[in-house]
């Protein structure tokens, strides 16, 4: 079975800060997706990673795929309170493997 | 192109009770889902479909039962409603390409059962 361990679960901090989570997992995906899911909607794909080693960059939010591609990462450079939201890592498979997301909350 | 739509947005159920909850997606896609999220959690895959006809159990299927009758619906149904299946749920549908497989969710069904 495969798992997508995220942490930390749950992150609060103040506009501003720079941050990163993780999502980590012992088997190779051959693609991991990230998505944020702000309160009250469903969640809505921010990137996909498919490369070992691949890093993407979506305005102040940069994602990097593991060399190995069993882990991934989020980093939030100068965080707003529009990032609050619970960020799921999710890996290739049918069905997709979600993990539990962390939940970000930033602070005025 | 309405994406991915929920039928109902609420509803309050009392214990033993029934109802079908509707996923409606006119994407033309071929794999659709149903999911349980409980405040603060993830997500849990409840069920799932391949394409018409299809249907697959996943993480937490006990006490759902679905059909995919028609390729753009995909229905999740309680037969004899639980406190514990208050929770909302969310559908969500995809057209595999390659490796990539972007889920598209719909807006959600909050469900509470007295």
């Known amino acids: 079975t495969q798992l997508l361990e995220q942490s930390p679960q749950f992150l609060s901090i103040q506009e501003g800060e720079n941050l990163t989570v993780y999502c980590n997992s012992s088997s190779v995906f051959s693609s991991l997706q990230w998505y944020r899911q702000e309160p009250g909607e469903g969640p809505v794909l921010l990137v996909t990673v498919v490369t070992g080693g691949e890093v993407k960059k979506l305005k102040r939010l940069t994602f990097q795929f593991g060399d190995a591609r069993k882990d991934s990462s989020l980093h939030i450079t100068a965080a707003q309170t529009g990032d609050t939201g619970l960020y799921l890592c999710a890996g290739a498979g049918t069905p997709l493997v979600f993990g539990k997301g962390t939940r970000l909350s930033v602070i005025a | 192109n309405a994406g991915v739509t929920q039928t109902p947005k609420f509803r309050v159920l009392k214990t033993g009770q029934s109802m079908t909850l509707l996923c409606a997606q006119d994407m033309n896609h071929e794999y659709m889902y149903w999911y349980r999220q409980d405040p603060g959690m993830g997500l849990r895959l409840i069920h799932y479909?391949?394409?018409?006809?299809?249907?697959a159990k996943g993480e937490v299927p006990d006490g759902y039962n679905v059909s995919r009758l028609k390729k753009q619906n995909f229905l999740l149904g309680l037969e004899s409603a639980a406190p514990s299946q208050t929770s909302v749920y969310f559908c969500?549908?995809?057209?595999?390409?390659?490796?990539?497989?972007?889920?598209?969710f719909g807006p959600g069904t909050r469900l509470l059962v007295l």
């Open positions: 479909s391949v394409g018409e006809g299809t249907t």
């Open positions: 969500a549908s995809t057209q595999r390409r390659l490796k990539q497989e972007t889920q598209y």
